[in-house]
C-alpha cells in the first residue's frame, strides 16, 4: 500500500468533508452572491422606492395643500353660499313684492287705459262738437261779414243822406237870407209889417224881464201868434231853424289800410248814385257828390295819378298813395260851397273786423 493510498485512507474522509465543504462554500459563496446580487437590486428597489416615496410624500404634500386650498374654498363656497341664500331669499322676498307691483301697476294700467278709453271718447265727441263749432264758427264768421258789409252799406246810406242834407243846409240858409232881406225890405215899406216886428222886440225885451211863470207864458203866446203872422207872409225870415242851420255838420270819413299800406276811403255815398253822376244825371244830388269828391281831392292834395276809384265789396271806395300816417297828420278836411264851409269831414281808421271783412275777401 503505497503513501497514496494510506494518505487517502487517512484523509479520505476528511476530504469528503471538504469536498463537501467545499461544494458549501461554493454554493454559499454563489448564494452569497446572488444575495448580494439580489441585495443590490433590493438596495436600487429600495432607493428607486424612496425616491418615489419622497415623490409621493411631495405628492402628498401638494395633495394636501390642494385639499386645503379645496377645504378653504369649500369653507368659501359654504360662506358664498350662505350669502348667495340669503341674498336669493332677499330677491324672492324682492321679486314677490315686485310681482305686488306689477299687479297693482296692471291694475292701474287696466285703469288707466280706461281712462285712455274714456278720454277718446271723449275726445271723439269733442272733436265732433269741434267740428260742428268750427263750421258754426266759420259760418257765423262769414255771416258776420255779411253783416258787416251791410253795416256799411246802411252806415254809407246815412253818410250820403247826411252829406245832402248838410248841402240842403246851406241852400235852406240861402232861403232863409233872401226872406230875411224881403221881411227887412217890407219893414220900410209896409207899416203894419213894421209894427209886428216892433211888437216882437218889444215883448221879447218884456220876457227876458219877466219873472213870474204866468206872465212869461202869456208874453210867449203873444210873440208866437205875431211870428206865425210874420212867417206866412215871409217864410224863413225870421231864422227860427238858422242855428240848426249854421251848426257844425261832421261827417266821419272811414278809411282802411290796404295790403300795400296805402289807404283805401270809402265814400259817403252809394255806388249806384255815383253810377247816376257818371251817366250824367244832373240833380242837387249828383252836384253835391261831384262837389264833395272834388273837395276830397283837392284838399288832400292828390293828382289824378295820386288816387282813383274803385269798387269793394259793390261799395265805391277811393283808393290813394297816402299812408296811414299821412292820413293821420291830415286828420280832416272841409267841404267848401259858395265859399262857405258846409261840411267838416273826419277821417277815421275802420275798425279792424270790418277791415278785414272788406279788405281781404275785395
Known sequence: MGINDIVRQFT???????????????????????????????????????????????????????????????????????????????????RGEKEKELKRLRELLQKTQQKINNEEDVKHKCEVSLEKILSDKKEKESLKKDRLREAL?????????????????????????????????????????????????????????????????????????????????????????????????????????????????WLPFTYQSWAKVEQGEKSHREKNIICFLWNMITQLDLTREQCGLGSINELLCFWSDLSRDDVMILGQFNVVCNQENILKCILIEAPYDLQEALLNEG
Open 12 to 94: 479520505f474522509e476528511i476530504e469528503d468533508e471538504i469536498k463537501s465543504l467545499s461544494e458549501d462554500i461554493k454554493r454559499l459563496t454563489s448564494e452569497i452572491e446572488s444575495i448580494e446580487q439580489r441585495k443590490h437590486q433590493i438596495t436600487t428597489e429600495i432607493k428607486r422606492f424612496h425616491t418615489e416615496e419622497r415623490e409621493v410624500k411631495n405628492k402628498l404634500h401638494e395633495a394636501d395643500k390642494q385639499i386645503e386650498t379645496t377645504e378653504k374654498e369649500l369653507e368659501d363656497l359654504e360662506r358664498r353660499k350662505e350669502e348667495l341664500e340669503e341674498s336669493l331669499w332677499r330677491q324672492k322676498e324682492q
Open 153 to 265: 252799406k246802411t252806415y254809407i246810406q246815412r253818410q250820403e243822406e247826411s252829406l245832402h242834407l248838410a248841402f240842403g243846409s246851406l241852400e235852406e240858409k240861402e232861403r232863409q237870407k233872401r226872406a230875411m232881406e224881403e221881411f227887412n225890405q217890407a219893414r220900410q215899406r209896409d207899416p203894419r209889417i213894421a209894427d209886428l216886428y216892433e211888437q216882437r222886440e218889444e215883448l221879447t225885451r218884456l220876457l227876458k224881464n219877466a219873472s213870474l211863470e204866468s206872465i212869461q207864458n202869456y208874453l210867449k203866446e203873444k210873440i208866437s201868434n205875431i211870428e206865425d203872422e210874420i212867417s206866412k207872409a215871409f217864410p224863413g225870415a225870421l231864422g227860427r231853424n238858422l242855428s240848426s242851420v249854421q251848426g257844425d255838420n261832421i261827417l266821419e270819413i272811414l278809411y282802411a289800410i290796404d295790403k300795400d299800406q296805402t289807404v283805401v276811403f
